[in-house]
């Protein structure tokens, strides 16, 4: 089974871009959702971000998001810490979710693959880019957040440039019909590797 990378910085429209994707009836595994259904779920996981933070991390029994918003995109170290915890969690939960798929290729759709070092497990990568002005603009009415907040996000991400670098294909999201269109032709391509 193909495994294909989906990424792209925050608010570039990934999530849009998988949907298409299983639209075509191509299973999606959305690492972010899954990351944040564990630090909920795992009582390790729990365990060890409340070592890592400190008990404000959950408020009962629930991951404090904001809180640890605020701490890891101050510090890039702790923002490691986190990742070292949670990364191998979902890492095996996808590996397991891929031996019940039955499609010709899988989607793991994950904000971070090229940081991370996951990509490396990827068959075909995607990287979705949009205009930084667009990106901000989509999060900042998402999350209901502030532009600096968005910023930091984004200053923890690689850029575009050396993103595309390491990509396949590559999908300007800037127009749905058009991003659409993209979608349907990388579809086929990859349908022709997978025979």
């Keep these: 089974m193909i495994i294909?990378?989906?990424?792209?910085?925050?608010?570039?429209?990934?999530?849009?871009?998988?949907?298409?994707?299983?639209?075509?009836?191509?299973?999606?595994?959305i690492a972010d959702d899954e990351a944040k259904a564990l630090m909920n779920r795992s009582k390790v996981?729990?365990?060890?971000?409340?070592?890592?933070?400190?008990q404000k991390a959950y408020i009962d029994n629930k991951?404090?998001?904001p809180f640890l918003s605020k701490k890891i995109f101050n510090d890039k170290s702790l923002?490691?810490?986190?990742?070292?915890?949670?990364?191998p969690k979902v890492g095996s939960h996808f590996k397991r979710w891929v031996k019940k798929q039955k499609s010709p290729y899988v989607i793991k759709e994950?904000?971070?693959?090229?940081?991370?070092?996951?990509?490396?497990?990827?068959?075909?990568?995607?990287?979705?880019?949009?205009?930084?002005?667009?990106?901000?603009?989509?999060?900042?009415?998402?999350d209901k957040t502030s532009k600096d907040s968005v910023e930091a996000i984004m200053n923890n991400q690689w850029?575009?440039?050396?993103?595309?670098?390491?990509?396949?294909?590559?999908?300007?999201?800037?127009?749905?019909?058009?991003?659409?269109?993209?979608?349907?032709?990388?579809?086929q391509k990859i349908l022709s590797k997978a025979q």
């Design 79 to 87: 923002l490691e810490k986190m990742n070292a915890i949670i990364h």
């Design 45 to 54: 996981i729990k365990r060890k971000l409340i070592e890592l933070f400190g």
């Design 159 to 187: 850029s575009d440039t050396k993103k595309i670098k390491l990509s396949d294909f590559v999908i300007e999201n800037d127009d749905l019909i058009d991003t659409q269109k993209k979608v349907k032709i990388i579809h």
């Design 110 to 142: 994950a904000a971070i693959l090229f940081e991370n070092g996951n990509y490396v497990h990827c068959d075909v990568m995607i990287t979705v880019i949009a205009p930084k002005k667009e990106r901000l603009k989509r999060v900042i009415n998402r």
């Design 63 to 65: 991951l404090n998001k």
């Design 4 to 29: 294909v990378g989906l990424t792209g910085g925050i608010g570039s429209g990934k999530t849009t871009v998988g949907k298409f994707f299983n639209e075509l009836g191509i299973p999606v595994y």
